[in-house]
């Protein structure tokens, strides 16, 4: 999302840079939406790809449908979600248009629809799955009941959910364990929440707390909020958001540290500002 439009706005040269410094670092897996940078982003990244000589064997692209966002692309009324059969299929023949691929990886529905019905979302996987267009499908910012639901349908693998040491509600309202019980990926978008964006009582509670881990684990402190993330035994994948090359090289160096219990317990007190019941 970040690398272009709606965020960096790296040119060609830049984006085959970071794609290799992604692969140098074995970073292989690219996250998109057909809405980055307002239906842009994943054009950039695709002439990027086209001319990096990288094989797409060696990467995978994710890609989510559904949003109806209000730009000069598409000048909607107002904002909505089209979780159609039709819709679904014509969206994801235009993410590989414009992202120079034959298949996508995994497709998600990137938001829930009050609309939505579960018989018109298996249609277009098993539709798109036939064609060779997708490998596997997904859901992000489902609830527990909106996974059932489209599972008495079509099986899910992802569910891309908001997750981190701040949003951490995934944990008690059965998110998490929905998706333990039915082997679904959790993926966490925003896995660093707001401890480098606010300035509160709550993220200098935190930010206390990891200083006086960091010599402990020799790591940073974003290293640790997403060691924190990983240790879940949902095994969840942070989607990191950074262009920043040392942070990403800082964010793979992560998964390798390995919380005591009673630290992870301490950083989650530090964000609650009170013990656990």
């Known amino acids: 999302m970040t690398w272009g439009a709606w965020g960096k706005q790296l040119n060609t040269e830049g984006m085959i840079s970071l794609m290799n410094h992604c692969l140098e670092n074995d970073i292989t897996t690219f996250d998109h939406a057909d809405i980055y940078g307002g239906y842009t982003t994943e054009e950039d990244f695709g002439k990027a790809f086209s ?13 989510k449908c559904g949003i109806q966002y209000i730009t000069d692309k598409r000048k909607h009324a107002v904002k909505h979600y089209d979780l159609s059969k039709d819709y679904i299929i014509w969206s994801v023949e235009e993410s590989l248009r414009l992202l120079k691929t034959d298949y996508l990886d995994l497709i998600l529905m990137h938001r829930p629809s009050p609309l939505m019905h579960p018989d018109d979302i298996a249609e277009a996987v ?21 996974m059932e639901m489209i599972e008495s349908k079509v099986s899910i693998s992802v569910n891309q959910i908001e997750f981190s040491l701040t949003a951490h509600s995934a944990m008690h309202d059965g998110t998490l364990d929905t998706m333990i019980m039915k082997d679904i990926l959790p993926m966490a978008w925003s896995p660093l929440g707001n401890v480098f964006r606010d300035d509160n009582e709550q993220t200098r509670r935190i930010h206390k707390q990891l200083g006086a881990l960091m010599d402990k684990y020799n790591a940073t402190e974003d290293q640790l909020l997403l060691a924190w993330t990983m240790k879940h035994p949902a095994k969840i994948h942070p989607v990191i958001g950074t262009t920043t090359p040392k942070r990403i090289s800082d964010a793979v160096a992560a998964s390798k540290i390995e919380l005591d219990l009673e630290d992870w317990f301490l950083i989650l007190v530090a964000c609650q500002g009170h013990k656990v019941p």
Do not use: C, M, W, Y
């Open 51 to 63: 001319e990096s000589g990288i094989k797409r064997e060696d990467i995978q692209i994710i890609s």
């Open 126 to 146: 098993s539709h798109l799955k036939n064609q060779g267009k997708i490998r596997a499908f997904g859901v992000s910012n489902f609830t527990p009941s909106q």
